[in-house]
């Protein structure tokens, strides 16, 4: 809401009798870096803080919404907060005025709301500013043209949490009585996981089909006499070996000839400029990076000042940067490079900020404090300004050869780059893992005589449908409109912090493949081998991940279809454009959700994804698999009151409850396994929750990747454990008499506190040899390390505007407590 001169808020009149006034004027932000940098560009009148992300949240315990009062949450200040919160207070009390500053997108309305509510500002009176950059100018036009808290957009945020919360609390208890304890559930990333599981069905489905390509290298002299060769594939392929030998022998003394030559200049277009979901795509694909890392990486960008807002599913630019763009294109290159192209938004509802991802300074062709920051700057950089050049232009020609079989022709194609345009400065990568050669064809026409120089042909197989991994399936949230820009990154990274989907890189099994040659006017039969099937970087998802899918996908058609996720996405966004109550919303959902939930723990079964393997042949007891208390487990036999108690064995990472054999599952029984002695100590393999070890003195030392546990050998595990205590040596810095639970060792990162079960962080550049107690004490009390909670000294507060679905902390479903303690919102 921009204010007019009718509605013009008593703040604006008051700005010029502030100038004279001993009093500050109070600018709230969410981030200490991004207070630092917009600190910079305001005068000495101003003081700009952070809230360090959200100041309250929903209640913990219980829902944490009053569903009998039209769904309202119910808001407290978590500990952690209420330092901050008190400050926050002092500021504003002697401030003359608080601006608050806050993200444009949803998230950041909420957080201007809560700063209100809180702080009890006048909302009529105070100033709300928005930027899409932060630069001096943007954050003085900012500070000229305020507006109010947008309430709609607060209301979008609340919908959104209050129905992730309500979803969440209400199926994990579910899950914990029917599946397996502690497991969760959430109404964006439980279908994200479907889309993991019904991939990775796909895969296993998959029947592979054998095929045999054939491809020929002919000669051609030009009329000096000067002889070129090139390759040609044939169409189709053969469906068998015998087909493909007979075509071969065909060959041998046929005749060749170029049949036909097209040649065409085609044009190219450059990518538009980054949104949310294509900044995390390519970074992924040409960098390697993680959807957290490069979401990371662009937060620290933006709140120093070198990118604009990271949120965002805007293609559009703004007037200046479309300016800068050429200025800098046909100053570097000339005016023919340069190409004005403003994107349109395709994505309906865009709710984020209204520009790209760009840089705000065209000069600055580097930026950013680390490798990573400064990659993915680069990409930003090279991105934006080719989205403003002229087209490439490419030559295509493709030959065509006729050979023996009426029905197939040798065909060969290269590209030329005619002009680069756009490719001189930025070609955007693909999710393609096969690599391209290039390909460069002699000067022929057609009637062109051509001698056959070599003919091969190879077994193929058809490729199985491709796992996701981070980029893909980025892609595939936002092409089905599942979640939005600030939802994608937390999303993927709670459903593999809840051991719903592992990432890893899988080596490919070795295979051997059928070959034919030409030679000497005869074929010859061959084999060869190769490695298929490695797969990097890929997310997988877990056994207990398929069983949940399953269960929620019978008990809860409606939450897991992807339709209906899509589709609560353009409700938010009627919300935020006023259109729609978010109460209703809310309401309309929750009764039937609510019976289901009830209907579901009364009537159905547990469901643990049994299925029976066979019998043993040593007992004749039955063998099955399923997800037991700590996961995926083989069982021989079964639980009776009088009989003999079953025998149990966790299942292998590389092995899945519906692809195990009977085979597979009783050699799980042949740990653990006594390979020998150790300095007079036993020496035994087996495997538990964390993987396949070595048990020795009552000390355990985990198997590497390679090691396989049932066929490792005593001096192999010796080996290891020897190691393990040269390890141990090595990390030990220091001890403290003073207080056995407080060391300083080595770590991944380097050295680190280790205080009980907390972790705590020594500052870069410090001798940690030298720390004394007292320091090491000091650091613990700065961090707030509690020794009885575990604490990493690398987690890192999470964005404000990066907030997953809800998770239940405790294992009530009751109805939530009244709490003097509490704030509820008021009703919008």
């Known amino acids: 809401m921009r204010f007019s001169s009718r509605n013009r808020p008593p703040f604006l009149s008051k700005l010029q009798q502030m100038a004279n006034s001993s009093k500050y004027q109070l600018v709230i932000v969410e981030s200490p870096t991004k207070a630092k940098t917009i600190g910079q560009f305001l005068g000495p009148d101003f003081v700009v803080t952070s809230s360090e992300g959200h100041i309250r949240d929903l209640q913990k315990n219980n829902f944490g919404v009053d569903i009998e009062h039209d769904f309202n949450p119910i808001y407290v200040i978590p500990d952690e907060k209420k330092a901050k919160v008190e400050e926050l207070k002092k500021l504003a009390k002697k401030a003359q005025q608080v601006w608050l500053a806050s993200d444009e997108d949803r998230e950041g309305e909420a957080i201007s709301w809560h700063l209100a509510e809180v702080l009890e500002l006048d909302e009529a009176n105070t100033p709300r500013i928005v930027f899409h950059e932060i630069t001096k100018n943007a954050i003085l036009n900012a ?21 992730d919360r309500l979803v969440g609390f209400e199926l994990s208890p579910v899950l ?15 279908v994200a996981v479907r889309l993991l599981v019904d991939r990775e069905r796909e895969v296993i489905a998959f029947n592979a089909k054998s095929n045999f390509s054939t491809a020929a290298t002919f000669n051609i002299k030009d009329p000096s006499g000067k002889e070129f060769s090139f390759k040609a594939e044939l169409k189709p392929r053969f469906d068998n070996i015998d087909d493909a030998e007979a075509f071969m022998k065909s060959c041998a003394s046929a005749q060749f000839s170029v049949t036909k030559v097209d040649s ?52 559009n630019l703004s007037e200046m940067a479309l300016d800068a763009a050429q200025d800098y294109i046909t100053t570097q290159w000339g005016a023919n490079y340069h190409n004005r192209h403003q994107y349109t938004t395709k994505s309906k509802g865009a709710q984020e900020a209204h520009e790209a991802i760009r840089p705000t300074n065209f000069a600055n062709l580097t930026a950013g404090q680390t490798a990573q920051e400064q990659k993915v700057y680069s990409l930003i950089w090279r991105r934006t300004v080719a989205s403003q050049m002229a087209d490439a232009k490419i030559e ?42 290039k390909t460069v064809l002699p000067s022929v026409k057609a009637g062109d005589p051509l001698s056959l120089a070599n003919l091969f042909s190879r077994e193929r197989w058809t490729q199985r449908p491709p796992r996701y991994n981070e980029a893909t399936l980025v892609s595939e949230l936002e092409k089905r409109g599942i979640g939005r ?147 995926p487990m083989a069982q021989i036999g079964e639980t009776t009151d009088d009989g003999p108690k079953p025998r149990f064995a966790s299942l292998r990472k590389d092995q899945h409850i519906e692809t195990i054999t009977l085979e597979q599952a009783l050699r799980l029984f ?24 070595v048990r020795h003195d009552g000390k355990f030392v985990s198997l590497k990747k390679e090691d396989d546990p049932y066929t490792i050998t005593l001096e192999q595990a010796i080996e290891r454990i020897v190691q393990k205590r040269e390890d141990d040596k090595n990390k030990l810095i220091k001890e403290f008499p003073e207080n056995a639970d407080l060391k300083i060792l080595n770590g991944r990162w380097g050295p680190y506190i280790a205080y009980g079960k907390a972790n705590v962080k020594i500052p870069k550049g410090t001798d940690a040899a030298a720390l ?5 004490m000091k650091l613990c009390v700065e961090q707030d390390a509690d020794p009885t909670k575990k604490k990493s000294r690398f987690a890192k507060a999470s964005s404000a505007s990066q907030q997953a679905d809800s998770e239940p902390k405790t294992k009530s479903a009751a109805k939530p407590s009244k709490s003097t303690a509490t704030h509820k919102t008021k009703k919008s």
Not at 673 to 692: A, C, L, M, W, Y
Request: proline share 5%; charged share 25%; with cysteine.
């Open 772 to 776: 004394s107690y007292d320091d090491c």
């Open 396 to 437: 295509q020609t493709s030959i065509s050869i006729a050979s023996p079989d009426p029905n197939r022709d040798f065909a060969a194609s290269a590209e030329v780059v005619v002009f680069d345009g756009f490719m001189k400065l930025y070609i955007e990568a693909t999710d393609d893992d096969a690599e391209t050669s």
């Open 670 to 693: 042949d740990l653990p396994r006594n390979v020998g002695q150790f300095e007079d100590k036993e020496v035994v393999i087996s495997t538990g929750r964390f993987g396949p070890y």
């Open 176 to 190: 914990w009585h029917k599946v397996m304890p502690k497991l969760s559930a959430g109404r964006v990333q439980s």
């Open 485 to 631: 820009p600030s939802t994608y990154a937390p999303t993927i990274s709670t459903i593999q912090d809840r051991g719903y989907v592992v990432k890893e890189t899988r080596e490919g099994q070795s295979r051997v493949y059928r070959t034919l040659s030409l030679t000497d006017g005869s074929v010859v039969r061959g084999e060869a081998t190769e490695t298929a099937g490695t797969e990097r970087n890929k997310l997988f998802p877990t056994d207990v991940a398929m069983v949940v899918t399953d269960f929620l996908l019978r008990q809860f058609t409606n939450v897991m279809d992807y339709d209906f996720t899509a589709n609560v996405e353009k409700q938010f966004d009627e919300v935020a454009e006023g259109e729609l109550k978010w109460n209703k919303m809310i309401a309309d959902f929750y009764a039937p959700f609510h019976h289901q939930v009830d209907l579901t723990m009364e009537q159905s079964q547990k469901n643990t994804g049994e299925r029976q393997l066979g019998t043993d042949p040593k007992t004749g007891e039955p063998v099955s698999v399923r997800i037991g208390r700590f996961g």
């Open 264 to 315: 065409k200049v085609a044009s190219r277009h450059a990518a538009p400029p980054f949104t949310t979901s294509t900044l995390q795509q390519e970074a992924g694909r040409s960098l390697g990076f993680s959807v957290k890392q490069t979401m990371q990486a662009a937060q620290r960008l933006y709140e120093a000042g070198f990118i604009t807002y990271m949120r965002t599913d805007s293609v």
């Open 143 to 163: 500070i000229k043209s305020p507006r109010r808290i947008d309430m709609n957009l607060v209301d979008a945020q609340q919908a959104r949490r209050v129905l």
